[in-house]
């Protein structure tokens, strides 16, 4: 990555590749059934580029990575990119068992979403290990039925569900979340491959507290500036509603440039 200054007195656009301050630190999670995962921990810095502690913390889980999800997959990476400098969130981004990405190759091997129970769990265990507070599961796709499955642990605040395909997820995990009632906020994309919101609606009735939001013109996969900012401006509403948004479309301080790479971004089936 390169290092660029703002270009204008108001500052520069924060671009699809542009990647604002943070913190970046490579993490292991380590699960109960003794596999190595690979990460990364994003953190908010102050003006000298120290850490300093998050407004909250958000624990991505990505799409399927049988059809090329991971870590890396375009929303959750620009969130990793944005959210610390212009919300003061802490991102943790990692693959789960068998996926890979340019940060590396986490041990063992896809499980169809039922072993990944020890990934979301090693995922929250990091987390309070690094006293990371208010803690929100964002989950994209395949990453969304792991949040409903095993997402229900007293450290969890709420969840952001993007595109939610509600496959292996059924009508039992909604029950079961009415029941934690914790925040759950349910993008659902208009042209949707697998759920649109007349669906949605249907299903996630089951959650009385759900906060459905229907997308126009969004599909599954959030292709576009447009969509991934409107994607990041509902997660800080709901989980840092003391941030302005819509956020800043604009950057004046340091930033760096990412170089361009084919973005699988991860599609259910």
């Known amino acids: 990555m390169s290092e660029t200054s703002a270009a204008t007195a108001h500052g520069a656009p924060i671009r699809s590749l542009t990647v604002l301050p943070a913190h970046r630190e490579e993490v292991e999670l380590h699960t109960a059934d003794g596999l190595t995962l690979v990460g990364e921990l994003a953190l908010p810095v102050d003006a000298e580029g120290r850490p300093t502690t998050p407004r909250a913390t958000l624990v991505t889980l990505h799409p399927l990575p049988t059809h090329g999800g991971y870590m890396d997959s375009h929303v959750l990476r620009k969130a990793a990119w944005r959210l610390p400098a212009l919300a003061g969130l802490a991102v943790l981004r ?23 129970r020890f990934d979301v769990a090693a995922a929250l265990e990091l987390a309070e290990f690094h006293d990371l507070p208010h803690i929100w599961l964002v989950g994209w796709s395949f990453g969304t039925e792991l949040a409903l499955r095993y997402g229900r642990d007293p450290v969890v605040e709420g969840a952001v569900l993007l595109s939610p395909p509600l496959s292996r997820a059924g009508d039992e995990d909604l029950d079961a979340w009415a029941s934690f009632g914790r ?4 993008l659902v994309p208009e042209h949707d491959d697998y ?6 609606r249907e299903r996630f009735a089951r959650v009385p507290h759900a906060d459905l939001v229907a997308v126009d013109g969004a599909k599954h996969l959030w292709v576009g500036e447009s969509q991934v900012r409107r994607v990041l401006d509902e997660i800080v509403a709901h989980v840092a509603p003391e941030v302005p948004v819509p956020l800043p479309r604009t950057w004046s301080g340091p930033s760096s440039q990412a170089e361009s790479t084919a973005d699988l971004t991860g599609e259910d089936s």
């Open 183 to 186: 925040p759950l906020v349910v």
């Open 94 to 116: 990692f693959n789960t068992r068998g996926t890979s990405s340019p940060r590396g190759t986490s041990q063992g091997s896809f499980d169809g979403g039922l072993a990944e």
């Open 195 to 200: 759920l649109r919101p007349p669906q949605a």
